[in-house]
């Protein structure tokens, strides 16, 4: 089975911290993926990278930034935080492929206060 | 840009009764894939069903089935005799066939909740 980890499944942050949402995935899969999960919203896409040291912007980057320097970790950055960053944030993966599905970690509940 | 349409935020069902979620989505693309995937509590969002758009065929797995009606852009998941462990959010997903392009755009979600 495919395993995503996301670091941490709750933190909390001060308004213009630094914070770092890391996710490992096993099973070698190129493309990885940031999502922000808000009620009412579903997902919107952050970041995603289909290969080590790609990105591109999804539907809403402002704010955030992303790292991927070997393949299995992706990491997303917020360089400065603000309470409007409180959110779900999911990790995914998949392997390069037509209807391959995202595999997803467990979620990490940002709050931001 | 593609859009994905969940227009009902919640709904219910009576426990081994039949449930219809309902999706829509906007696209000028002939060739693409279209997902359902199931949040429950726990927060590990799951994969319940895929349809490739050039198949004409419904999808199936299980309890699960979709109605895909490429001309109306619909696609709609039925949950047959229903289980507690339905209950969670669903969420549908599109994405294009166009290789480089890899995102998913997704709903806004409907909570499913059970009646025992």
């Known amino acids: 089975d495919v395993k995503v980890t996301q670091s941490s499944r709750y933190l909390v942050k001060r308004t213009g911290e630094k914070v770092f949402l890391e996710c490992v995935q096993d099973m070698d899969h190129e493309n990885m993926f940031w999502y922000r999960q808000d009620p009412g919203l579903g997902l919107r896409l952050i970041y995603f990278?289909?290969?080590?040291?790609?990105?591109e912007k999804g539907d809403i980057p402002e704010g955030y930034s992303v790292s991927r320097e070997k393949k299995e970790r992706f990491s997303l950055i917020l360089e400065s935080a603000s309470t409007n960053q409180t959110s779900m944030y999911l990790c995914?993966?998949?392997?390069?492929?037509?209807?391959?599905?995202?595999?997803f970690g467990n979620g990490t509940r940002l709050t931001v206060t | 840009a593609q859009t994905v349409t969940q227009s009902q935020p919640e709904m219910s069902v009576q426990e081994a009764e039949t449930v219809t979620l309902s999706c829509t989505y906007d696209?000028?693309?002939?060739?693409?894939?279209l997902f359902w995937y199931k949040q429950p509590p726990s927060r590990q969002m799951i994969l319940v069903i895929r349809q490739e758009a050039y198949k004409q065929q419904n999808a199936t797995e299980n309890r699960f089935s979709v109605n895909f009606q490429k001309a109306a852009k619909s696609f709609s998941l039925k949950i047959s005799d229903s289980q507690l462990g339905d209950a969670a959010m669903y969420f549908c997903a599109y994405r294009t066939s166009n290789f480089g392009n890899e995102k998913l755009t997704f709903g806004t979600g409907t909570r499913l909740t059970i009646i025992p």
């Open positions: 696209t000028s693309e002939s060739d693409y894939y």
């Open positions: 995914a993966s998949r392997v390069q492929g037509e209807s391959s599905p995202l595999h």
């Open positions: 990278s289909y290969d080590v040291k790609m990105k």
